[in-house]
Structures are given as C-alpha cells and as structure tokens.
C-alpha cells in the first residue's frame, strides 16, 4: 500500500527520474512542459507517493497566470506503469488540490483525459483559457476552488 506525503528536499533527483521514465524526451516538446521551463514549482504543493520507502508517484504545480488571475498548473503527474491502476495518481492529485485550496489559491490547469480528472473535480476550460501553443482543447482541464461556473478567462503564461 502506498502513502502520501509532501516531497523532501532528497526526493528531487528521484522525482525527475521518474517523469523521466514515465514521459521519455517527447515531454519538453509540449505546451505545458515549456510554461514550467524556468519556473519554479510550488514547493508547498510538491508530493510523493510512496510505497515500501520508494517513490512510485509525483505531483506538482507551478504559477501561472490565466489572463490577469494567478492560477496554478498541475503536472506533472507521473505513477510507474507498473504501478497504474492502485489510485496513487488521483490520490496525488486530490492532495495537491486540497492544499491548494487551503493556502488559498482559486484555480488549477492541466492538459489530460477528461474521463480521469472529472473523478477529482475537473472540467473543460471551454473557449476561454487559451494555451501560448498547440494544445486539443477538449484536454485543456481547470477546477476552480472559488464557487461553481466562477472561472478565469484570458492566455495562460508563467507567473513572473
């Protein structure tokens, strides 16, 4: 059974190895892979899963801006394949959005399955968050900590 826990200053070598794993080298190509380029993850908002003592899953966020509103960006979101299917993702993702919530942060965009992230809260960011690149729109994700229907509108970029 696995646990989840804040991500440790150790643990950053084994997170990236991880995403590393899981995505391979296609992974700096895409949209949201080049908002995290030089931007720093919320620390507050990093977690593992862990089972046995190893890390077998991560998540973090990092600031953006959707429009003129400071939202968040999940991912990445990496689980071993071999580890897929025990709920270690979702688990990951409700943390980091519960915590989220309680440091106050209103907003948090991702690209993925609709079919996976719903069962945590999410829905289509509809026609008004545009992606600074190429991104399929039915993926474009967003949950809101703020009110049902209250979203930001505008062109995602990083938070300077």
């Known amino acids: 059974m696995f646990g989840i826990e804040r991500e440790r200053e150790g643990d950053s070598v084994l997170v990236e190895a991880l995403v590393a794993r899981v995505f391979g080298p296609g ?3 895409l949209t949201a892979y080049r908002l995290r380029e030089g931007n720093d993850f919320v620390s507050a908002l990093s977690f593992v899963a862990r089972e046995g003592g190893s890390v077998i899953g ?3 966020f990092s600031p953006i ?3 003129d509103d400071m939202a968040l960006l999940l991912g990445p ?3 071993l394949v071999e580890k897929r ?3 270690a993702g979702l688990a990951l993702v409700e943390r980091g959005c519960e915590e989220a919530a309680r440091l106050g942060h209103r907003w948090v965009l991702l ?3 609709l079919a996976y992230y719903d069962r945590v809260g999410f829905r289509r960011a509809g026609g008004f968050v545009e992606m600074p690149g190429p991104v399929d729109r039915d993926r474009l994700l967003i949950r809101g900590f703020v009110g049902d229907g ?3 509108r505008g062109l995602v970029r990083v938070a300077r």
């Open 85 to 87: 299917g025990l709920g």
């Open 150 to 152: 209250v979203f930001p």
């Open 65 to 67: 801006m959707i429009g």
């Open 77 to 79: 979101l990496a689980v």
């Open 27 to 29: 992974r700096f190509a």
């Open 111 to 113: 690209v993925g399955d």
């Open 58 to 60: 991560s998540v973090r």
